[in-house]
């Protein structure tokens, strides 16, 4: 279950939609809040729901700058 939370979630965070649909990132502070505040809508702790995104945010971030975009 949590696989396939994490999936959808990083699919939010990416803003992919689709397979097909065109890359775009959104790594800011106010959408990472925005997914912060889904979440706890949908259960989770807030508290781990906060890091959980910080450090995804952060993940994303640091491949982004590995590959140049």
Not at 29 to 50: K, N
């Amino acid at each position: 279950m949590f696989r396939i939370i994490f999936f959808c979630l990083a699919l939010f965070v990416l803003g992919c939609d689709s397979p097909t649909s065109e890359y775009r990132s959104n790594t800011s502070e106010s959408h990472r809040q925005d997914v912060v505040d889904h979440m706890v809508g949908q259960g989770a702790d807030r508290t781990e729901a906060d890091v959980f995104t910080n450090e995804l945010f952060k993940a994303q971030r640091q491949w982004e700058a590995e590959q140049g975009r």
